[in-house]
């Protein structure tokens, strides 16, 4: 089995498979967004002729949301999906969150306080920037200051507010009922099996511990979900550890083959073990701590080096950091996935190193 280049297909990395950005955060079930610039990347590189515009029309006509989920991180998450994955995994984070609440003296009724307040304040389809969310907490008497961050997961996690459109640069907040449909409640068996399905379907070949750590789910619910799905997955030992994915034909792509991966994408924080696309000896280089995970050269799904991004007058600048030399034909794979990056940003894109 070839686990990079099944990633690379899986990924929709090496094939977009879907032309509207909902689509491809359905296939993966959610999509890390932690970083809002990275994170618009990650979706527009897996979604044909995808651009900046379509990549926010997406998110402010609520199609796609941005919510804290899995692992308690931002996620982009479809609408259809979002109800659902906070029942399966929302009262577990909170009760994970329990020492921080109590830490910034955040009790039940506080919280309930808050998320009254805000669903008074953004009734009518108001969205909110982060500063007047703060606002409407200092008008009803509740400091928000340097736990502002906990009240909005919260009431993020409780099903009160989700992702509004952007205002310029600013994120903002609306009502979740006016951005998602009401839904009927999916029994916890079919929504494990189907969170299941979606990351293998999408992140495959990986193991249960990729799935444990990407959902935040402990390894016994995890092996469970695995094994309520199996009817849907296929399985094979590579090493000594099992390998799940959605069985399915890769399509080979002429080599070398390149890609400029955002901070934080999918590739690498879908999985607990990273070894099978990023060489150990060069792991520091892109996870230097702290959780960071830094943008990333693909060639042929190996990770070969890093990169980073300047505004200028006249052109993006993209500055690669190879971890070993290059070949003539690997420069120019690099050359054509920064042309891609450049038709997603609409503009000019010099590559240097």
Known sequence: ??????????????RPRFAAPAEVV????????QDYLAARWALGLRTRQATEATIEAAIAEGRVIRTHVFRGTWQYVAREDVRWMLDLVGARLIASWAPGFRRHG???????????????ALAGGRQLTRPEM??????????????????LGYAELTGVIASGGRR?????????????????????????????????QSRGPATVRDFAWWTGLALGPAREAVEL???TLASERVGGETYWLVDGKVVSRR???AQLLPAFDEFLVGYRDRSAVLDPAHGRKVNAGGGMLSPAVVIDGRIVGTWRRAIASDAVRVTVSPFARLTAREREAIRAAADRYGEFLNGQVRVSY
């Open 1 to 14: 089995m070839r686990i990079p280049a099944h990633r690379l297909d899986r990924q929709l990395i090496s």
């Open 106 to 120: 955040l009790d039940a009724r506080t919280l309930g306080r808050c998320g009254a307040l805000w669903a008074k």
């Open 134 to 151: 703060a606002a409407v907490l200092t008008r009803g008497r509740i400091a928000a200051a340097s736990r502002l961050s906990y009240i």
């Open 168 to 200: 310029g640069t600013q994120p903002t907040w609306a009502l979740l009922d006016d951005r998602v449909p009401a839904s009927r409640p999916i029994p916890r068996d079919d929504a494990l099996a189907e969170l299941a399905r979606r990351y293998f």
């Open 26 to 33: 359905a296939w993966f079930g959610a999509i890390q967004a």
């Open 229 to 231: 799905a199996r009817t």
């Open 255 to 257: 080599s070398p083959s």
